[in-house]
């Protein structure tokens, strides 16, 4: 007679305005909504128990332990396999996609109070890509990953900001020979000077822009500041329009924080009076600002202005903001697996930084993330020669980073969803966790309100 107990992988979740739960497994996949005299038993059955001694139908039984939810596994192999898929997975993602990312300069027109690059802005020199180094990094690409199939088909223009209006000649060079080597780009940028750039603005060459507004035009002037003091709201909303028109797509980022939250809907309202939410490829999204120190650290305490992911997720979740909430795409996750009728995907690491990413700055330096350009301590390596100089340990300190380097995160049952959060922020405080309950509850909801066509306006 097999003994049975609970997985240490059940992630339950009441449903809001129902008297049910949602059930995920943290490495099956499985995705179910249960009763709550189901849960009762998941949650106040004491472990080691046979099928004759549950009250629930065999039915159910079974089906619970087809899912996952019961099991015959003890927790120690339980954690075990849970070790081995996330080897695999992590392996798995060393492979694919190589994704690839410009730091054009890192001069910025702005002078944005909570940048965490405000050190290495220095207009005095000339800290920009230049043709020739354009050509080194392209050779780089090539040496890196040689097979075009394993490579992401984006590059991502970043900066500083990439897309000052004196970049303009050097862009155009390096969008229309990335095309002719298969790319298109995507920009990471204010979004100040993009008219300059109207004709580079199209799906097969800047398919893509990412924009922050910070609030309304008097709160987004005081945050999003150029550094000759313009107003740049309306130059900024403008271009959006150019951009859309164009056929590029635009995400606009909202770095949320105490002063600026009620602004979120307003900007909706703006945004829809403008005509630019009916754009297929416009998206407008909120994301938790952090805190930087001097340095560019993330810092370990927040700052009185700021939320905690707790308080982000809740304020997002009482105001139903029925568009983007930064949840690192959880809930489109759980939303495609239902509709899909498919397992959860899973991910032993949080980014691309951990597996493949490569940032390439003008002076022939190689970094990890973006989050770290600039860095020495975080240098991967340096492309100005023929030949690409590793630092090995750097190197292996980011590509070898998975779930189960943590001892916070290994044996957490929400790990192959969370990814373990953030490797940049993780290296400098281990104890830092990004408060995925939180993520989920939210999440899961969204999704079955989207899954059953319930408004969250």
């Known amino acids: 007679m097999k003994i049975l107990r609970n997985s240490s992988y059940i992630i339950d979740v009441k449903l809001e305005d129902t008297d049910k739960y949602m059930l995920l497994h943290g490495y099956t996949g499985a995705i179910d909504v249960v009763s709550k005299h189901i849960m009762s038993f998941l949650k106040n059955t004491n472990n080691g128990f046979t099928e004759e001694e549950c009250p629930l139908s065999r039915d159910t039984i079974s089906a619970l332990k087809k899912r996952g939810y019961i099991t015959t596994k003890s927790q120690e192999e339980e954690y075990a396999y849970v070790e081995r898929l996330a080897e695999a997975l992590h392996r798995k993602e060393k492979i694919l996609n190589t994704v690839f990312i410009f730091v054009i300069t890192y001069n910025c ?44 088909k984006n590059i991502t223009l970043y900066g500083g900001e990439p897309l000052l209006k004196e970049n303009k000649e050097v862009i155009e060079y390096i969008v229309l020979k990335g095309k002719e080597l298969g790319f298109q780009f995507n920009a990471v940028t204010n979004g100040y000077d993009l008219d300059a750039y109207k004709e580079l603005l199209s799906p097969d060459l800047i398919s893509h822009v990412q924009i922050t507004i910070d609030g309304m035009k008097e709160l987004h002037n005081t945050k999003r500041v150029h550094y000759k003091d313009y107003n740049t709201f ?166 070898g980073y998975n779930i189960n ?45 989207k899954v059953n066509n319930i408004s969250i306006n």
């Open 405 to 449: 380097s943590s001892l916070m995160c290994k044996h957490c049952k929400y790990a192959l969803l969370c990814g373990g959060g953030c490797p940049a922020h993780s290296f400098s405080n281990p104890t830092e966790c990004s408060q995925f309950p939180t993520v989920i509850n939210y999440a899961v909801n969204r999704a079955f309100r």
């Open 109 to 152: 027109n702005f002078r944005c109070p909570y940048c965490f690059e405000a050190g290495l802005h220095n207009d005095s020199i000339r800290n920009v890509f230049t043709k020739e180094m354009a050509d080194k990094a392209y050779q780089a690409i090539l040496k890196i990953e040689p097979r075009e199939q394993l490579r992401a």
């Open 234 to 399: 309306d130059k900024i909303i403008s271009n959006i329009g150019i951009a859309l028109k164009q056929g590029t797509g635009v995400t606009i980022r909202v770095n949320t924080d105490r002063n600026n939250f009620d602004d979120l809907q307003q900007l909706k309202a703006l945004f829809d009076k403008l005509g630019y939410s009916q754009y297929e490829n416009f998206k407008l999204n909120s994301a938790l600002l952090r805190g930087y120190d001097s340095e560019g650290q993330h810092t370990k305490n927040i700052p009185s202005n700021m939320f905690s992911q707790r308080e982000f997720m809740e304020k997002h979740k009482k105001l139903k903001f029925n568009y983007g909430c930064q949840d690192y795409g959880v809930s489109y996750k759980i939303y495609s697996s239902i509709v899909n009728n498919k397992p959860l995907e899973f991910r032993s690491i949080f980014c691309k930084s951990q597996s493949n990413e490569y940032v390439l700055d003008p002076f022939g330096k190689i970094f990890p993330c973006w989050e770290v350009v600039g860095k020495a301590e975080s240098q991967l390596g340096d492309y100005l020669n023929d030949k690409i100089q590793w630092n090995k340990k750097i190197f292996n300190q980011w590509r």
